[in-house]
């Protein structure tokens, strides 16, 4: 799984709180990291992103640029709503480059993995791909 | 198209007009109150401003925040992180002026390091004979602050947009720097 994009796989943004036509949510699944998911202003910024069917996850990377802080919450409901918290971390500041980091210890299966980003170290931050590991 | 989205804080004295300039801003000069009443707390006004030429929008939540010096502290933990500032003071009271960098300290601390768009806007330009602030010193400490400096009149609606449109245009271009630079970045 590590190799096809998770859009590929059927997966599916389903809630995203900033939208630039020109970088919509999609971006964030397409398993290319040239194309991104933006904010356009003022935090938290979240994003849900609905599995096809229950996924059994070890970790997750994120590749993003300016993200502060990062909580992650999962739910292994058919709905996005009642989600429990996976884990919060803060992300470090990497000028010029993207910020790849492989967040462990998400557990079990899960139907929607949801991503608030509280806080970036610029007021807009992007997110270029999030790809799982089973 | 984008939208965006800013909390814009407003500071200064109290009764240098912040409010009536966020009521007239927010009615597209339809309500100016000719009472005063002092803000005690904090009013969040939010208003969408079109950028010209653009099909884009800027959406505006501007927090207007008490003046009196012994609310401020109270207020200050509803401010956050601002993404613009507006910073007024009265064009008729030289203190009102001396007191802005005692502001900018203020607010500052709120930055956290990020780069925040500011206008510095000396208000009630009406009242000419009784002016204690010349534009030319107000100008040129604006510009040490990297604040752009407005005049306007609430009363007399005289350019009382200007300043928050102004924001709202620069937080436009900072967005369209940022998703430069975004797109131009190398791979983690």
Request: aromatic share 8%; with cysteine; charged share 20%.
């Amino acid at each position: 799984m590590f190799d096809s994009s998770l859009s590929s796989l059927g997966a599916k943004v389903v809630v995203a709180t900033s939208s630039d036509e020109n970088h919509p949510p999609e971006n964030i699944i397409d398993g290319n990291t040239n194309t991104f998911w933006m904010s356009t202003g003022m935090f938290p910024q979240e994003f849900v992103i609905r599995f096809a069917e229950p996924t059994s996850i070890s970790a997750v990377t994120v590749d993003s640029y300016n993200v502060k802080r990062l909580k992650i919450e999962k739910n292994s409901s058919q709905n996005a709503s009642q989600f429990e918290s996976v884990t919060e971390k803060e992300l470090e500041n990497t000028e010029g480059h993207l910020q790849s980091n492989t967040i462990s210890g998400i557990g079990s299966s899960a139907t929607h993995l949801r991503f608030i980003i509280t806080t970036g170290y610029d007021h807009f931050v992007s997110v270029h791909r999030v790809s799982v590991q089973n | 198209m984008v939208k965006l989205r800013a909390r814009c804080l407003l500071v200064g004295d109290a009764a240098v007009g912040k409010s009536a300039l966020c009521h007239m801003f927010h009615s597209d000069g339809t309500l100016f109150h000719k009472n005063y009443s002092m803000t005690t707390g904090v009013e969040l006004l939010m208003k969408c401003v079109n950028i010209p030429e653009t099909s884009d929008s800027v959406e505006l939540y501007i927090i207007d925040s008490a003046g009196k010096e012994t609310l401020v502290e109270a207020c200050e933990k509803m401010w956050g992180q601002p993404s613009l500032l507006c910073l007024v003071f009265d064009l008729t009271s030289e203190q009102s002026f001396a007191n802005c960098s005692h502001w900018m300290e203020r607010v500052r601390a709120h930055w956290q390091g990020l780069h925040v768009p500011g206008v510095l806007v000396g208000n009630k330009s009406d009242l000419s004979s009784r002016r204690e602030v010349q534009a030319s010193v107000a100008q040129e400490w604006a510009q040490s602050q990297g604040l752009e400096y407005h005049e306007t009149s609430a009363k007399e609606m005289n350019n009382f947009d200007a300043p928050l449109l102004s924001l709202a245009r620069a937080l436009h271009s900072l967005y369209q720097e940022r998703r430069e630079t975004i797109q131009n970045l190398s791979p983690g």
